[in-house]
RNA sequence: GGAGAGAUGGCCGAGAGGUUGAAGGCACUCGCCUGCUAAGCGAGUAAGGGGGUUUAAAGCCUCCUUCGAGGGUUCGAAUCCCUCUCUCUCCGCCA
């Protein structure tokens, strides 16, 4: 959410900065109702001041006192004015919220200006594309052949979009879940965390999927509850409310979830393999910062998620988002992008975001430097390490043999059971 | 799902219509005292918002709000009434 008072100061940088997102949006009104807001506030405030001194005085008073029952019609008048005025008041903060929900975070400075994706920056590639002696497969062929993913079955259960995985794959899920919290946990120093998978729409709120994207959620009506899209949610809100101890930031969390997405709107894109689902497989990283620190966690953080790649053997390059491609509430993102020889190209397969004192303002996380000071919003960061999913995918397509099996990578091979290759499976 | 109890500051806990933003304790900070430690003595320690002061921040001054959330009664509500949420205990159900 954005500062109201920084607006209120830096009014055409504002604008400015929601341009290079491709948003025009008139700060004008937005300010007039603040102002409003900021005049009633004095008028409520003053009359509120002499109700309390002069009700005060009446705890001392004989309450038969004729110049009691004047002075309290007098005040009970006021009290209804005041009243009056609460509402109007309560109106213009509801509608001053309801805009600030609906705005997008302010891009860093060294985010580059740009309208779309084709604007993003390449920032560096690791890895080296292996050479195929053959035609390389797309993921859905190979999983078909080997009859670890079966989209059919899926389809039947769910609907389209859901696939059901079998065998070796089921078994490849379930050891890179496994390998990735251990190298988070054990070696970068993340606290590992089991969330709810339902979340209520204050939490929603806290991240900013809510109120602009709900109709990307599952929603349980019944019980007024999301599935969450990302475990970005939960461990971010964790502290929602909290006012925490400067001395333990930052806080770095992962937690592998499933991840939950209505996926509206994106029809005809990625409709064959397991690239996009409606539920899918994420170990997320979270970090909760000062904001001094945020940006070069920003930067670790990213290291933490490749590092996950560079273990895999998987050919990737990092990706700065220009200022159009950025997420709502993002300031800065990098993406991470997987070499998938079968489909010849790189498919996003983490983001990592520095989401500032965005998301902070709205979940209220604040944190206090000793015990002098005001409270400060602290920084959130989250980013993917990794999507799943797509990890299998890359690894069928970039470890697939003529024969159709796979080679297991070899720091996968503890988490299966010592299994080097994955050949068909007899259905 | 049924019955009952409860929700107060960083924590524990008093308070039952009127200078109570809230006794007391714990914890913490600063100062004093003391070979060290412990104890003792003194002072202090909630958040949000508006206005003022300041180049600005910090700080300071001032006003308002907040005792789970929302609404009501009243000149005045932590205290009374209603609704909701959550927690605990017992019963039922259940992996």
């Known amino acids: 959410m954005l500062d109201l008072k ?3 100061e830096n009014p055409e940088e504002v604008k400015k900065a929601f341009l290079s997102r491709g948003l025009e949006f008139e700060v004008g009104d937005l300010l007039a109702l603040d102002e409003k807001r900021r005049r009633i506030l004095g008028e409520v405030e003053g009359l509120r001041s002499y109700r309390n ?3 005060r005085e009446f705890a001392k008073a004989k309450f038969e006192d004729k110049e009691f029952l004047v002075e309290k019609e007098k005040i009970r008048e006021i009290s209804e004015k005041i009243s009056h005025l609460e509402k109007e008041l309560s109106q213009i903060e509801e509608e001053i919220e309801n805009t600030l929900l609906n705005l997008p975070n302010l891009p860093h400075s060294s985010v580059p200006i740009g309208k779309d994706e084709t604007e993003n920056q390449l920032i560096r590639s690791w890895g080296k594309k292996r050479d195929f002696s053959f035609e390389p497969l797309p993921h859905w062929e190979i999983g078909k052949i080997l009859g670890i993913l079966d989209f059919e079955r899926g389809a039947k259960l ?6 059901v995985s079998m065998g070796a794959g089921a078994q490849l899920e379930r050891a890179l879940i496994q390998f990735m919290l251990d190298l988070h946990t054990k070696e970068h120093g993340y606290v590992e965390v089991w969330p709810p998978l339902l979340v209520n729409s204050q939490t929603m709120t806290g991240t900013g999927q809510l109120p602009k994207f709900g109709e990307d959620m599952f929603f349980c009506s019944e019980d007024g509850l999301y599935l969450i899209p990302t475990a970005e949610v939960p461990l971010t809100n964790l502290h929602a409310g909290e006012i925490l101890d400067g001395n333990q930031l930052p806080l770095k969390y992962t937690a592998y979830t499933p991840c939950f997405r209505r996926e509206a709107g994106s029809y005809g894109r990625d409709t064959r393999g397991i690239i996009r689902q409606h539920q899918f497989n994420k170990v997320e990283l979270v970090k909760i910062t000062k904001p001094e620190q945020s940006y070069d966690e920003l930067e670790s953080l990213v290291g933490d998620a490749e590092e996950v790649l560079k273990r895999l053997e998987l050919p990737y390059r990092v990706i700065l988002l220009c200022t159009g491609d950025l997420g709502f509430s993002s300031a800065k993102t990098y993406d991470l992008e997987v070499w998938l020889p079968g489909e010849n190209t790189y498919k996003e397969i ?7 004192d965005f998301q902070a303002r709205r979940a209220k996380i604040r944190y206090k430097e000793g015990q002098a000071g005001k409270p400060r919003l602290v920084h959130t960061l989250n980013g993917s390490g990794l999507a799943v999913g797509r990890t299998v995918a890359a690894i069928l397509e970039n470890y697939q043999e003529a024969d159709g099996s796979v080679i297991v ?3 996968l091979r503890p ?13």
């Open 6 to 8: 920084f607006l209120r």
């Open 53 to 55: 001194r002069v009700s």
């Open 158 to 163: 769910a609907k389209s979009r859901f696939t």
């Open 350 to 356: 983490s983001s990592c975001s520095n989401c500032e």
């Open 409 to 411: 990578p070899e720091v």
């Open 415 to 427: 988490y299966m059971g010592g299994l080097k290759k994955i050949v068909s499976r007899e259905s």
